[in-house]
């Protein structure tokens, strides 16, 4: 798994649906759905539900669980990034 599928995992679900997310990315639709689809054999359980609405982003259970593991990683990757001064030891 990399931080690149993640992040397009997190983008599908705050756009709410593939369109819109693939735009904001900057990737095509089928590329964002084939980064979702690298994503779950990565982890190996299925994140989205897939039915007569595809471009809808619909989470399962796990979906859910790890949709807020990620979103806590990806804050506090932005925070590491964001760090003005140096870390200080006593």
Do not use: H, W
Request: hydrophobic share 45%; with cysteine.
């Amino acid at each position: 798994m990399t931080l690149e599928l993640m992040n397009a995992f997190l983008s599908a679900v705050r756009s709410g649906n593939i369109p819109a997310a693939a735009g904001f990315l900057g990737i095509s639709q089928v590329c964002l759905s084939e980064r979702l689809q690298m994503l779950e054999n990565n982890i190996g359980f299925t994140l989205i539900q897939r039915g007569r609405s595809i471009r809808s982003v619909i989470l399962t259970e796990k979906g859910k669980q790890f949709y807020a593991l990620s979103a806590k990683i990806m804050a506090v990757l932005y925070e590491v990034e964001n760090i003005k001064s140096p870390l200080r030891q006593d």
